[in-house]
């Protein structure tokens, strides 16, 4: 099976900024798309951004210009650089990852994983 660990969250005055990882371990062939998503008290769980094996990129219109996704693909690891943090950022960070994987010899493509959440807390 996967497991996606994350770190890297925690409490920060608006203006600051975070850096989120999260890496994939188990029986992995490969891991295809990575995202990460939140979820803020009362809200549903958004997309924040994604990034496809190759780097393409794409951002939820709120965090453009102040959120950069990247991956280590040798590390199975995904990061979200914060910057420019606002109040309004506050939320249960989530990474999700698809990946191919072996299991009691069969292949499965594309299955889907998420993280246990990391909280992100921006305030004064």
């Known amino acids: 099976q996967v497991q996606l660990v994350e770190s890297g969250g925690g409490l920060v005055q608006p203006g600051g900024s975070l850096r989120l990882s999260c890496t994939a371990s188990?029986?992995?062939?490969?891991?295809?798309?990575m995202a990460w998503y939140r979820q803020a008290p009362g809200k549903q769980r958004e997309l924040v951004a994604r990034?496809?094996?190759?780097?393409?990129?794409n951002y939820v219109d709120s965090v453009k210009g102040r959120f950069t996704i990247s991956r280590d693909n040798a590390e199975n690891t995904v990061y979200l650089q914060m910057n420019s943090l606002k109040p309004e950022d506050t939320a249960v960070y989530y990474c999700?990852?698809?990946?191919?994987?072996?299991?009691?010899?069969?292949?499965?493509?594309?299955?889907?994983?998420w993280g246990q959440g990391t909280q992100v807390t921006v305030s004064s």
């Open positions: 990034i496809t094996s190759w780097g393409s990129t």
């Open positions: 999700r990852a698809k990946v191919d994987v072996v299991y009691n010899d069969v292949l499965y493509r594309d299955d889907d994983y």
């Open positions: 188990g029986s992995i062939l490969s891991v295809n798309d």
